[in-house]
């Protein structure tokens, strides 16, 4: 376990995995559905981490490249899942929510696909409408994962009035004289 405050540190554990001989990178991925949380993993089988039990998609599940600059900017990724059978197709679709969580992080499993240390955390973001390719047996989920700074470029419903603020707070009066702010000439002297 790493001792740094800082959530992204890498512990020698994982540090060690970096530069050993053979490298087994894991991702593994919480997303926050309607009824439930969902965890899984691009291993094959159960993975129990921090009591939450991964189920293993092995190659069925795919990450986008992680990306990120030295710019501020809002990049997002995609989680893929492919070989749903097309009868649950229906139920997969009704539990994704736009808004709700999705973390992804990043771990090392040794031979025995244990894991080797706490996994980093990655990426996490809010999910997005999903989109489908469907064939007659299987179908594709893909999942926009954004970035929880594209939030900021969202323009906000409210306004600074009185009858907004009432419409939301029926008792405070605290914009009762703003409308009078708009054309009041103020002297600084």
Same mark, same amino acid.
């Given at each position: 376990?790493?001792?740094?405050?800082?959530?992204?540190?890498?512990?020698?554990?994982?540090?060690?995995?970096?530069?050993?001989? %053979?490298?087994? #990178?894991?991702? %593994?991925?919480?997303?926050?559905?309607?009824?439930?949380?969902?965890?899984?993993?691009?291993?094959?089988?159960?993975?129990?981490?921090?009591?939450?039990?991964? %189920?293993?998609?092995?190659?069925?599940?795919?990450?986008? @490249?992680?990306?990120?600059?030295?710019?501020?900017?809002?990049?997002?990724? =995609?989680?893929?899942?492919?070989?749903?059978?097309?009868?649950?197709?229906?139920?997969?679709?009704?539990?994704?929510?736009? &808004?709700?969580?999705?973390?992804?992080?990043?771990?090392?499993?040794? /031979?025995?696909?244990?894991?080797?240390?706490? @996994?980093?955390?990655?990426?996490?973001? %809010?999910?997005? /409408? #999903? =989109?489908?390719?469907?064939?007659?047996?299987?179908?594709?989920?893909?999942?926009?994962?954004?970035?929880?700074?594209?939030?900021?470029?969202?323009?906000?419903?409210?306004?600074?009035?009185?009858?907004? /603020?009432?419409?939301?707070? @029926?008792?405070?009066?605290?914009?009762?004289?703003?409308?009078?702010? /708009?054309?009041?000439?103020? &002297?600084?002297?």
């Amino acid at each position: 376990m790493s001792t740094s405050t800082n959530d992204r540190a890498v512990s020698a554990a994982n540090a060690g995995q970096l530069t050993a001989t %053979l490298v087994r #990178p894991v991702f %593994l991925v919480s997303l926050a559905f309607a009824n439930e949380t969902v965890y899984a993993w691009t291993g094959v089988g159960n993975l129990v981490w921090e009591g939450n039990t991964y %189920l293993g998609v092995g190659q069925l599940g795919n990450v986008s @490249p992680i990306v990120e600059g030295s710019e501020v900017s809002a990049q997002g990724i =995609t989680l893929t899942l492919s070989g749903i059978p097309a009868n649950l197709l229906s139920d997969s679709l009704t539990e994704i929510q736009a &808004g709700n969580l999705a973390q992804v992080y990043l771990g090392f499993v040794d /031979q025995n696909g244990v894991l080797v240390d706490d @996994p980093i955390p990655a990426f996490i973001g %809010l999910l997005d /409408q #999903p =989109t489908i390719d469907a064939s007659t047996d299987t179908a594709t989920i893909a999942i926009t994962v954004e970035n929880r700074m594209s939030d900021m470029n969202r323009a906000r419903g409210g306004r600074y009035t009185d009858q907004d /603020q009432r419409s939301r707070y @029926p008792n405070d009066g605290s914009l009762k004289y703003v409308h009078f702010l /708009q054309d009041s000439r103020i &002297g600084w002297n």
